[in-house]
């Protein structure tokens, strides 16, 4: 059973930064897509950025191109979201997920979700 547990979500101000970790769980590294969505509520889970198996793959959503940078460590079978300049429109639940099948994009996460990780930025 493949559990991912988010973590280093927090307060911060305005132009803040804060680094995401999901570490997976499970008897096998994850050979698919990782990334981060995020969700506010009231409002539809949002994709933020993935990175494909490789490191080499990653897509970063519009909205925090410039801020946000992704990686992955296979070794520790880990990813992580460094989140820099935070907008108060960055707070957020932070979810990680994997894809089912591509070891590229993450189009296709899995319909289970963990608890995620709070974000909240203050102006």
């Known amino acids: 059973q493949v559990q991912l547990v988010e973590s280093g979500g927090g307060s911060v101000q305005a132009g803040g930064s804060l680094r995401l970790s999901c570490v997976r769980s499970g008897p096998t590294i994850s050979s698919h897509a990782m990334g981060w969505f995020r969700q506010t509520p009231g409002k539809e889970r949002e994709f933020v950025a993935s990175?494909?198996?490789?490191?080499?793959?990653?897509h970063i959503a519009d909205n925090v191109k410039d801020r946000f940078t992704i990686s992955r460590d296979n070794f520790k079978n880990a990813v992580y979201l460094q989140m820099n300049n935070l907008k108060p429109e960055d707070t957020a639940v932070y979810y990680c997920?994997?894809?089912?099948?591509?070891?590229?994009?993450?189009?296709?996460?899995?319909?289970?979700w963990g608890q995620g990780t709070q974000v909240t930025v203050s102006s």
């Open positions: 997920n994997e894809d089912r099948f591509s070891e590229v994009d993450l189009r296709h996460p899995y319909d289970s």
């Open positions: 990175v494909g198996w490789n490191e080499v793959n990653t």
